[in-house]
């Protein structure tokens, strides 16, 4: 897959099967100026939580994990205001 950018999403991986409606709510926010999906893996046990994830703070923005049972993929978003990220992206999560 080539590197290409749409709207505020940069796609350089492929994405995980239901990612693609979390990228679209989180690329909505206001606080977001960009949604990088990033690299697949794959974990030996297929249970677990299922979801968006938020895993830490980077010096742009914020590190997410996927996760839909059998793969992660991680997720990067970056944003000017990481407060206001964090308020709005709680309704995201918690969906």
Known sequence: MH???KNKVKLEHHLLE???DYIKEL???????AVIPG????????????GLFLKYETPSGYKLLYK??????ELF?????????????KNVLSS
Do not use: M
């Open 18 to 20: 239901g990612l693609e």
């Open 68 to 73: 839909n049972g059998t793969s992660v993929q």
């Open 27 to 33: 690329s909505s926010l206001s606080s977001v100026d």
């Open 39 to 50: 690299q697949i893996a794959r974990r030996n046990k297929g249970r677990g939580s299922k």
């Open 3 to 5: 590197k290409y950018r």
């Open 77 to 89: 978003v970056v944003c000017s205001d990481k407060q206001l990220f964090i308020q709005e992206v």
